[in-house]
Protein backbone atom coordinates (compact mmCIF):
# COMPACT_ATOMS: atom_id res chain seq x y z
CA UNK A 1 0.00 0.00 0.00
CA UNK A 2 1.36 3.34 -1.30
CA UNK A 3 2.35 5.67 2.02
CA UNK A 4 0.15 8.87 2.22
CA UNK A 5 2.12 12.11 1.05
CA UNK A 6 1.79 14.57 4.00
CA UNK A 7 -0.36 17.32 2.91
CA UNK A 8 1.24 20.20 4.55
CA UNK A 9 4.93 19.61 3.35
CA UNK A 10 4.24 19.56 -0.15
CA UNK A 11 1.09 22.39 0.33
CA UNK A 12 3.56 24.59 1.91
CA UNK A 13 6.27 25.80 -0.74
CA UNK A 14 2.60 26.53 -3.44
CA UNK A 15 1.17 28.17 -0.17
CA UNK A 16 4.24 30.10 0.68
CA UNK A 17 4.14 31.45 -2.95
CA UNK A 18 0.48 32.32 -2.98
CA UNK A 19 0.85 34.46 -0.25
CA UNK A 20 3.42 36.44 -1.28
CA UNK A 21 2.01 36.82 -4.25
CA UNK A 22 -1.08 38.18 -3.01
CA UNK A 23 0.75 40.32 -0.56
CA UNK A 24 2.67 42.21 -3.34
CA UNK A 25 1.56 45.99 -3.69
CA UNK A 26 1.89 49.05 -5.19
CA UNK A 27 5.56 50.72 -4.06
CA UNK A 28 4.29 54.32 -5.26
CA UNK A 29 1.36 53.46 -2.84
CA UNK A 30 3.59 52.67 0.17
CA UNK A 31 5.85 55.90 -0.89
CA UNK A 32 3.21 58.07 -0.45
CA UNK A 33 2.12 56.59 2.61
CA UNK A 34 5.12 57.39 3.97
CA UNK A 35 4.33 61.65 3.64
CA UNK A 36 0.82 60.86 5.51
CA UNK A 37 2.82 58.63 8.20
CA UNK A 38 5.04 61.88 8.73
CA UNK A 39 2.47 63.90 8.76
CA UNK A 40 0.52 62.04 11.70
CA UNK A 41 3.79 61.56 13.75
CA UNK A 42 4.33 65.35 13.73
CA UNK A 43 0.66 65.96 14.44
CA UNK A 44 0.65 69.21 12.82
CA UNK A 45 0.97 71.29 9.69
CA UNK A 46 4.35 71.14 7.90
CA UNK A 47 6.48 72.60 5.17
CA UNK A 48 7.05 70.86 2.16
CA UNK A 49 11.00 70.62 2.84
CA UNK A 50 10.74 69.36 6.87
CA UNK A 51 7.65 66.57 5.31
CA UNK A 52 9.84 65.59 2.84
CA UNK A 53 12.98 64.70 4.86
CA UNK A 54 10.41 63.03 7.42
CA UNK A 55 9.19 60.89 4.84
CA UNK A 56 13.02 60.56 3.32
CA UNK A 57 12.44 61.95 0.02
CA UNK A 58 13.58 64.80 -2.46
CA UNK A 59 11.90 68.04 -1.62
CA UNK A 60 10.87 67.16 -5.77
CA UNK A 61 9.55 63.51 -5.31
CA UNK A 62 7.43 64.56 -2.19
CA UNK A 63 6.03 67.69 -4.34
CA UNK A 64 4.80 64.80 -6.54
CA UNK A 65 3.46 62.35 -4.22
CA UNK A 66 1.48 65.04 -2.28
CA UNK A 67 0.12 66.90 -5.90
CA UNK A 68 -1.51 63.67 -5.88
CA UNK A 69 -2.54 63.31 -2.17
CA UNK A 70 -3.89 66.87 -2.07
CA UNK A 71 -6.53 65.84 -5.36
CA UNK A 72 -7.62 62.81 -3.11
CA UNK A 73 -8.15 64.51 -0.18
CA UNK A 74 -6.14 62.81 2.22
CA UNK A 75 -3.81 65.92 2.87
CA UNK A 76 -4.54 70.09 2.03
CA UNK A 77 -1.95 72.94 1.87
CA UNK A 78 -2.76 75.69 4.02
CA UNK A 79 -2.91 79.15 1.56
CA UNK A 80 -1.61 81.41 3.62
CA UNK A 81 1.67 79.15 4.87
CA UNK A 82 1.95 76.70 2.27
CA UNK A 83 2.00 73.96 5.04
CA UNK A 84 0.85 70.15 4.46
CA UNK A 85 -1.81 68.78 7.14
CA UNK A 86 -4.77 66.27 7.21
CA UNK A 87 -7.40 66.84 4.24
CA UNK A 88 -10.75 65.67 4.72
CA UNK A 89 -10.23 62.17 3.59
CA UNK A 90 -8.17 61.71 6.29
CA UNK A 91 -10.29 63.24 9.01
CA UNK A 92 -13.37 60.65 7.40
CA UNK A 93 -11.01 58.21 8.20
CA UNK A 94 -10.11 59.39 11.31
CA UNK A 95 -13.18 59.43 12.62
CA UNK A 96 -14.42 55.90 11.06
CA UNK A 97 -11.53 54.32 12.93
CA UNK A 98 -12.23 56.48 16.20
CA UNK A 99 -15.84 55.21 16.03
CA UNK A 100 -14.02 51.80 17.35
CA UNK A 101 -12.49 53.27 19.95
CA UNK A 102 -13.48 52.04 23.34
CA UNK A 103 -13.87 55.30 25.00
CA UNK A 104 -15.66 56.96 22.15
CA UNK A 105 -18.32 53.84 21.90
CA UNK A 106 -18.89 53.96 25.93
CA UNK A 107 -19.13 57.62 25.21
CA UNK A 108 -21.67 57.48 21.77
CA UNK A 109 -25.47 56.00 24.25
CA UNK A 110 -23.96 58.42 27.20
CA UNK A 111 -24.14 61.83 24.98
CA UNK A 112 -27.19 61.22 23.68
CA UNK A 113 -29.19 60.86 26.72
CA UNK A 114 -27.14 63.54 28.45
CA UNK A 115 -28.53 66.01 25.64
CA UNK A 116 -32.54 64.70 25.80
CA UNK A 117 -31.94 65.03 30.14
CA UNK A 118 -30.82 68.40 30.21
CA UNK A 119 -32.21 69.87 27.20
CA UNK A 120 -28.04 71.24 26.38
CA UNK A 121 -26.31 70.51 23.13
CA UNK A 122 -23.81 68.02 23.69
CA UNK A 123 -19.73 67.28 22.04
CA UNK A 124 -17.45 65.01 22.28
CA UNK A 125 -14.25 66.40 21.10
CA UNK A 126 -10.93 64.62 20.72
CA UNK A 127 -7.33 65.94 20.52
CA UNK A 128 -6.26 66.55 17.28
CA UNK A 129 -3.83 68.32 15.02
CA UNK A 130 -5.42 71.63 14.73
CA UNK A 131 -7.02 71.48 18.48
CA UNK A 132 -9.58 69.80 20.01
CA UNK A 133 -11.67 68.65 17.76
CA UNK A 134 -15.75 67.95 18.03
CA UNK A 135 -16.22 64.26 16.92
CA UNK A 136 -19.57 63.76 17.92
CA UNK A 137 -22.39 66.28 18.67
CA UNK A 138 -25.92 65.65 19.66
CA UNK A 139 -28.19 68.66 19.49
CA UNK A 140 -29.89 69.79 22.34
CA UNK A 141 -33.82 70.94 23.07
CA UNK A 142 -32.79 74.69 22.50
CA UNK A 143 -31.94 76.54 19.26
CA UNK A 144 -28.04 77.56 19.38
CA UNK A 145 -26.98 80.95 17.33
CA UNK A 146 -23.62 79.04 16.59
CA UNK A 147 -21.64 77.03 13.80
CA UNK A 148 -21.13 73.44 15.65
CA UNK A 149 -20.48 70.65 13.91
CA UNK A 150 -18.22 67.85 13.81
CA UNK A 151 -14.82 68.85 12.74
CA UNK A 152 -15.37 72.02 14.51
CA UNK A 153 -11.87 72.64 16.26
CA UNK A 154 -11.76 74.34 19.56
CA UNK A 155 -10.04 77.05 20.73
CA UNK A 156 -7.48 76.16 23.88
CA UNK A 157 -7.69 79.68 24.89
CA UNK A 158 -11.41 80.89 24.32
CA UNK A 159 -13.43 77.77 24.72
CA UNK A 160 -14.00 75.98 27.98
CA UNK A 161 -13.45 72.75 26.04
CA UNK A 162 -9.84 73.94 24.88
CA UNK A 163 -9.33 74.71 28.21
CA UNK A 164 -10.04 71.21 29.27
CA UNK A 165 -7.72 69.80 26.97
CA UNK A 166 -4.77 72.62 28.38
CA UNK A 167 -5.17 71.70 32.01
CA UNK A 168 -5.58 67.52 31.50
CA UNK A 169 -4.63 66.51 28.31
CA UNK A 170 -0.83 64.96 27.17
CA UNK A 171 1.61 68.04 27.45
CA UNK A 172 2.88 67.44 24.50
CA UNK A 173 0.21 66.94 22.58
CA UNK A 174 -0.86 70.58 23.91
CA UNK A 175 2.42 72.15 22.68
CA UNK A 176 1.24 70.76 19.55
CA UNK A 177 -1.76 72.20 19.30
CA UNK A 178 -0.76 75.31 21.40
CA UNK A 179 1.95 75.81 18.26
CA UNK A 180 -0.47 75.27 15.72
CA UNK A 181 -2.93 77.97 17.13
CA UNK A 182 -0.43 80.74 17.19
CA UNK A 183 -1.65 80.72 20.89
CA UNK A 184 -0.46 84.07 22.71
CA UNK A 185 1.02 83.52 25.72
CA UNK A 186 2.30 86.62 26.99
CA UNK A 187 -0.47 86.50 30.00
CA UNK A 188 1.30 83.35 30.80
CA UNK A 189 1.34 83.29 34.89
CA UNK A 190 -2.69 84.06 34.17
CA UNK A 191 -3.00 81.68 32.20
CA UNK A 192 -1.19 78.99 34.44
CA UNK A 193 -2.97 79.66 37.52
CA UNK A 194 -6.49 79.14 35.77
CA UNK A 195 -5.09 75.88 34.58
CA UNK A 196 -4.23 75.08 37.93
CA UNK A 197 -7.97 75.80 38.97
CA UNK A 198 -9.20 73.96 36.52
CA UNK A 199 -7.24 70.96 37.86
CA UNK A 200 -8.70 71.43 41.08
CA UNK A 201 -12.34 71.63 39.71
CA UNK A 202 -12.16 69.03 37.32
CA UNK A 203 -15.05 70.96 35.29
CA UNK A 204 -14.54 74.39 33.44
CA UNK A 205 -17.35 76.82 32.04
CA UNK A 206 -17.24 79.47 29.47
CA UNK A 207 -20.21 82.37 29.75
CA UNK A 208 -21.23 84.67 27.18
CA UNK A 209 -17.70 83.12 25.25
CA UNK A 210 -16.57 83.21 22.88
CA UNK A 211 -20.10 83.35 21.21
CA UNK A 212 -22.38 86.01 22.63
CA UNK A 213 -25.51 84.94 24.09
CA UNK A 214 -23.85 80.84 24.21
CA UNK A 215 -22.59 79.43 27.16
CA UNK A 216 -20.82 75.82 27.92
CA UNK A 217 -19.32 73.65 30.58
CA UNK A 218 -17.01 71.05 29.92
CA UNK A 219 -15.02 67.89 31.67
CA UNK A 220 -12.71 65.25 30.99
CA UNK A 221 -13.02 61.93 30.54
CA UNK A 222 -9.87 59.68 31.99
CA UNK A 223 -9.36 55.42 31.03
CA UNK A 224 -8.17 53.42 34.12
CA UNK A 225 -4.76 55.02 33.83
CA UNK A 226 -5.84 57.81 34.34
CA UNK A 227 -5.35 59.28 30.70
CA UNK A 228 -7.39 61.78 29.05
CA UNK A 229 -9.31 60.37 26.39
CA UNK A 230 -11.97 62.57 25.37
CA UNK A 231 -14.10 65.96 26.60
CA UNK A 232 -17.58 66.10 27.15
CA UNK A 233 -19.26 69.62 26.89
CA UNK A 234 -22.74 70.97 27.20
CA UNK A 235 -23.70 73.74 25.36
CA UNK A 236 -26.80 76.22 25.48
CA UNK A 237 -27.93 79.82 25.46
CA UNK A 238 -26.59 81.46 28.30
CA UNK A 239 -29.48 82.32 30.23
CA UNK A 240 -30.70 78.39 30.20
CA UNK A 241 -27.40 77.30 30.72
CA UNK A 242 -26.63 76.49 34.39
CA UNK A 243 -23.19 77.21 34.72
CA UNK A 244 -22.77 76.99 38.28
CA UNK A 245 -19.78 74.78 39.30
CA UNK A 246 -21.93 72.83 41.75
CA UNK A 247 -25.76 73.05 39.50
CA UNK A 248 -27.24 70.49 38.29
CA UNK A 249 -25.80 70.50 34.52
CA UNK A 250 -22.11 70.60 36.12
CA UNK A 251 -23.54 67.13 38.54
CA UNK A 252 -24.88 65.60 34.97
CA UNK A 253 -21.76 65.94 33.44
CA UNK A 254 -19.54 64.67 36.45
CA UNK A 255 -21.78 61.67 36.63
CA UNK A 256 -21.69 61.23 32.41
CA UNK A 257 -17.83 61.42 32.64
CA UNK A 258 -18.00 58.96 36.06
CA UNK A 259 -19.92 56.58 33.73
CA UNK A 260 -17.95 56.85 30.83
CA UNK A 261 -14.57 56.46 32.71
CA UNK A 262 -16.11 53.26 34.39
CA UNK A 263 -16.24 51.30 31.36
CA UNK A 264 -12.91 51.86 30.40
CA UNK A 265 -11.41 51.05 33.59
Sequence with gaps: MARPV????DATPDASAGEEKKQRGIQSVEVGARLLDALAARREPLALSTLADAAEL???????????????????RD???????????????GLLNLEHQPAYRAAAPRVAALALATGMSVAVSVAGPQGPTVVRYERGGYPLHVNLH????????????????????????????????AENERDAPETAARIGEIRARGIER???????????????????????????????PTGLCDVGWDGALAQALKDAARDIAGLLS
Design 6 to 9: SATR
Design 206 to 236: SVDAPSPGVSSMSVPVFDGAQRMQLALTAIG
Design 79 to 93: ALTGNYEPGPLSLRL
Design 150 to 181: VGTVMSLSTTSTGRIFRAFDDPARVAAMLAHQ
Design 58 to 76: STAQAHTYLVSLTRLGLVK
